[in-house]
């Protein structure tokens, strides 16, 4: 059976023309150079382009035989590149990685970029605005970023700090193969958007990492923490995003975070998540009327909370519960 390639459904072409190729890429990226490694190799070409929100779309992108790219300065937007098999020489400014399905690449816009992929090197692409990007860097840090945001080109995927954000590119590409649109429901969206965002400037390394970092040694008073939870219980059927907290309890992301560890046990967002899990539960066992039991009504209420798979969605409920969440609305209805 053949298995059908990632972000199939929504596919904006399929070509062996170079100058096709080219120019449809460079319709959802910029303008750029196109060749073959191997003059004589037959291309192979096609592109996958999800978008996600306004700011953000996952990407698909294959050519076959190795190519060289040159696209120059992307300017206004982020790319970050994952090989799913394969690898890539990837050149921008001044530095220089071999990407892997183990290394991502991630140019910054205002460096010059240069790229040579191997033969059936097929690479997931997150596009990211470089607005959005650095205004949510801004937001962490509550004040202007000031000089330019640029990134270690060479991302480990493999180290932890970066597991959350590399597992949710998978929970999103899953989504979207599976149909759905999150960009049709705009706070699924912004959830979607922020976390990704957020995700990404605490844990790959940039021109902002130590600013990010803040001085975690000073301790955050109590009083701040409380803060910080009650905001997040006023509105935990909201889009929250650690940066929005962080602007309530007045301190960098990385003090709430050890000022969270410290004095809840755990991290801000993983306590917003338990919040939301405990709300989502008190509104099916609350549930009247016999739809209560539905798949439906369990989603519903699932994405008020903003949990967009509802297949992990289920994995972290039934590990809190003991049961799944059907099983809570079921017996409700039962009662």
């Known amino acids: 059976m053949h298995t059908p390639l990632p972000l199939q459904r929504y596919r ?44 953000v779309s996952l990407n698909y992108v294959q050519y076959g035989p190795g190519v060289h790219i040159e696209p120059g300065y992307l300017r206004d937007f982020f790319l970050l590149q994952i090989p ?15 990407a892997t399905p183990r290394l ?12 040579r992929w191997a033969d059936d090197s097929p690479h997931l692409i997150v596009r990211m605005a470089r607005p959005a990007l650095v205004a949510r860097l801004e937001a962490l840090l509550q004040a202007p970023a000031g000089r330019p945001l640029v990134f270690d080109l060479g991302v480990p995927l493999d180290q ?29 969206a912004r959830h979607a958007e922020e976390y990704l965002l957020t995700s990404l400037l605490m844990s790959a390394t940039h021109s902002h990492s130590r600013a990010l ?10 009083r701040g923490v409380r803060k910080a939870q009650e905001y997040m219980q006023a509105h935990a059927d909201q889009p929250l995003s ?20 410290q004095h809840a046990g755990m991290g801000p967002m993983d306590f917003l998540r338990q919040l939301r899990l405990d709300r ?22 699932a994405q008020k909370y903003g949990f967009l798979h509802l297949g992990h969605f289920a994995a972290q409920y039934r590990s809190r519960f003991g049961e799944l969440p059907s099983e809570t609305a079921s017996r409700r209805v039962q009662a």
């Open 213 to 222: 970092a803040g001085d975690s040694r000073r301790s955050l008073l109590p």
């Open 84 to 98: 799913l098999r394969g690898s890539a020489e990837i050149r921008c400014g001044a530095q220089q990685v071999d």
């Open 12 to 55: 904006l072409f399929e070509s062996h023309d170079m100058d096709e190729a080219r120019e449809s890429v460079a319709r959802v990226f910029c303008p750029h150079g196109l060749g073959m490694l191997r003059p004589r190799a037959e291309l192979d070409a096609c592109h996958h382009s999800a978008p996600l929100s306004r700011n």
């Open 104 to 115: 991502a690449s991630l140019p910054s816009p205002t460096e010059p970029l240069s790229m």
């Open 160 to 188: 932890p700090a970066l597991a959350p954000l590399v597992h949710f590119i998978d929970c999103l590409r899953h989504t979207l193969d599976a149909g759905n649109a999150l960009q049709a429901t705009q706070a699924l």
């Open 280 to 301: 989502v539960r008190a509104e099916l066992q609350a549930a009247k009327g016999p739809g209560a039991a539905a798949g439906s009504g369990v989603r519903d209420v």
């Open 242 to 261: 650690l940066a929005d907290v962080c602007r309530e309890a007045g301190c960098s992301a990385r003090t709430l975070q050890a000022a969270f560890r």
